[in-house]
């Protein structure tokens, strides 16, 4: 059974900076795709950033330069690293993964099977 389990959320001023851990466990998939998924108040799941078993990123563009996604070298937890935090950061943060190798869509929800239960981000301005 994949277990995904998010931490690290949290409340903070505009400019500052949380770092989301998600820890996986019983996935064990050589080829795979995780990624960071977020969902504001009232609107759609969007991509964030997704990282692949080979160390391949890819981010969206409102969060290139601010948000860094990394995972462990046993790679059983997933990070995103996230600075120059703004208000419109703000949203429920779910980790997922795909068991399979992606060659497009590595941001949308839809190519994800396992998800973690999310974790809440707030950004005040």
């Known amino acids: 059974q994949v277990l995904l389990m998010e931490s690290g959320g949290g409340s903070v001023q505009a400019g500052g900076s949380l770092r989301l851990s998600c820890a996986a466990s019983?996935?064990?998939?050589?080829?795979?795709?995780m990624g960071w998924f977020r969902q504001p108040p009232g609107k759609e799941r969007e991509g964030v950033a997704a990282?692949?078993?080979?160390?391949?990123?890819s981010y969206a563009d409102s969060v290139k330069g601010r948000f860094t996604i990394s995972q462990d070298n046993a790679k059983v937890t997933l990070y995103l690293q996230m600075n120059s935090l703004k208000p419109e950061d703000t949203a429920t943060y779910y980790c997922?993964?795909?068991?399979?190798?992606?060659?497009?869509?590595?941001?949308?929800?839809?190519?994800?099977?396992?998800w973690g239960q999310g974790t809440q981000v707030t950004v005040s301005s």
């Open positions: 019983g996935f064990t998939y050589r080829d795979y795709w």
């Open positions: 990282i692949d078993s080979d160390g391949r990123t």
């Open positions: 997922a993964a795909a068991g399979y190798r992606l060659w497009v869509g590595y941001l949308d929800p839809r190519r994800y099977n396992y």
